[in-house]
């Protein structure tokens, strides 16, 4: 059986042309992710080769050779430049252009045309070189949860053994008109890449689209201002922690904190001066806390903290860590200094306590705090687990008498 090769060239390079204007339509239409517009012009450029390849015979050897190999090396180049870009790497241009480059030098060397062994050498090893180091690429950054990674690494790497087999079995071929005909063990070394090539589109597409939409995840689960966890999101992680917990048998510590006088600051120094104490407060948090601890920002000035494997004194001395780390800040407004204190209450799992049985007694601890003169730390006694029902953020104090 013989398989035309220019036809199927001709369907390698619609399927990237399709690709191409896949990737671009997509990042036209608001996805301006720059993976997108490196693999866009990664499957044009193949698409434009293929094409100049398909009609090989027919064209000068500048174009049906040269130029056509160059154009699909420069695919693979620019596919692993979008890689590393999509992994938050900076794109090694010298590699990018490094396989298109080399192969017109090669093209420069007398009797390099008329040798098909030499051109079959050059081109195979230098594909196989790039789908290997796109497997590669994709396979060292899928530290992430993105499954996809997974089947484009071996579609990658499925690429890069059919260039080794295919220069493999050119180099040991005897037909004379293989360029336009190839046997049936040729044919399907060529009809590979072509469902390979296709599933890579839908592949880096459906990566892109998961990637964003776990960035935008991530984005609504934090709060804007301060960059920790808003309160839905907190509360939700925190009820995984204590349900661990639970089973563990470890204990967990909830502590809440609330800025002192935080609307005095607003309305004095004004918003502005109130959103950089609030960034301070949480940078200073954030420094003395794990990296497996939990901080979010659950009001207008109120903050928690979910402390696993911690009980009340370490838990005590974690806020109060905190607190006097806070207090040592100076904020200067118009020559003034703004006050920059906070109080804190600490709960700590007993027994079997839901996450709002939690929250009343930490919150319980904090009003002691506030009222014994703020700029404090209270741990919850075990008859505060019965006191006022919790409420939603600041309605519970009131900004103004906080």
Known sequence: MALHIPTMLLLLAAICGGGAA????????????????????????????????????????????????????????LAFGGACVFDGRRSPLPIVFGGAALWLVACRIEGFHESGVARTAVASTLGAAYAFALAREFARGGRDSLRLRRILVGACALIGL??????????????????????????????????????????????????????????????????????????????????????????????????????????????????????????????ALRPSDLIGRIGGEEFAVLLAGTGPDDARRVADRIRVAFAGQKVEVRGEVAATTVSAGVASARRRETLDRLFVQADAALYAAKNAGRNRVEVAREEESVLRPIAGGRGRRGSSAA
């Open 162 to 287: 059919t260039f080794v087999l295919r220069g493999l079995g050119l180099l040991l071929a005897t037909t004379p008109d293989l360029l336009v005909h190839a046997g049936a063990a040729e044919g399907m070394l060529l009809f590979i890449p072509i469902p390979v090539v296709f599933a890579t589109v839908f592949l880096g597409l459906s990566l892109s689209r998961d990637r964003t939409e776990s960035a935008l995840r991530r984005l609504a689960a934090l709060d804007s201002l301060t960059g920790v966890l808003n309160r839905g999101a907190f509360m939700a992680k925190a009820e995984k922690v204590l349900q661990r917990a639970k089973v563990d048998g470890r204990p967990v510590s909830l502590v809440l904190f609330d800025l002192d006088r935080f609307k005095h600051i607003n309305d004095r120094y004004g918003h502005p001066t109130g959103d950089e104490i609030l960034r301070l407060f949480v940078e200073g948090a954030e420094d």
């Open 22 to 77: 896949a990737c671009w339509i997509s990042w036209w239409s608001g996805d301006r992710s720059q993976p997108l517009a490196w693999w866009g012009s990664a499957f044009a450029s193949g698409a434009v080769g293929c094409s100049l390849l398909a009609f090989q015979a027919t064209l000068p050897v500048l174009l049906g050779i040269d130029l056509a190999n160059a154009a699909v090396l420069l695919c693979y180049g």
